[in-house]
C-alpha cells in the first residue's frame, strides 16, 4: 500500500466532495484534522495557542491526542476515518 498515493487520494477526493454526511461531529472533524496533522507533520512541537482562540485550541488540542503516533500508522487511521465518513 502506498500511503503517500493514498492519502493525496484521500486529501483530494475530501476536498472535492466534502464531508457527504452534514451531521458529521466536530468530534470527528478534529479527529480527522489531527490524524491529518500527524501524518504529514509528525508529533506536535508547537506552543498551545491561548484558550481564548477555541478553535486553533481544539485544533492544536485534536494533533496532540495522535501524539507518538508514526506518520505511516496516522495516514492509515486518517483514509480509513476519511473513506468512513464518505458513502462509497
Do not use: H, R
Request: aromatic share 10%; proline share 5%.
Amino acid at each position: 500500500m502506498d500511503f503517500n498515493k493514498d492519502l493525496m487520494l484521500c486529501i483530494l477526493t475530501y476536498c472535492i466532495l466534502g464531508p457527504p454526511d452534514p451531521s458529521q461531529t466536530n468530534e470527528t472533524k478534529l479527529t480527522v484534522y489531527g490524524l491529518y496533522k500527524q501524518a504529514t507533520v509528525g508529533d506536535n512541537s508547537e506552543k498551545a495557542p491561548w484558550a481564548v482562540k477555541v478553535v486553533a485550541k481544539a485544533k492544536w488540542d485534536a494533533w496532540m491526542k495522535q501524539k507518538g503516533k508514526s506518520k505511516n500508522e496516522a495516514m492509515a487511521e486518517y483514509i480509513v476515518n476519511v473513506v468512513k465518513g464518505m458513502d462509497v
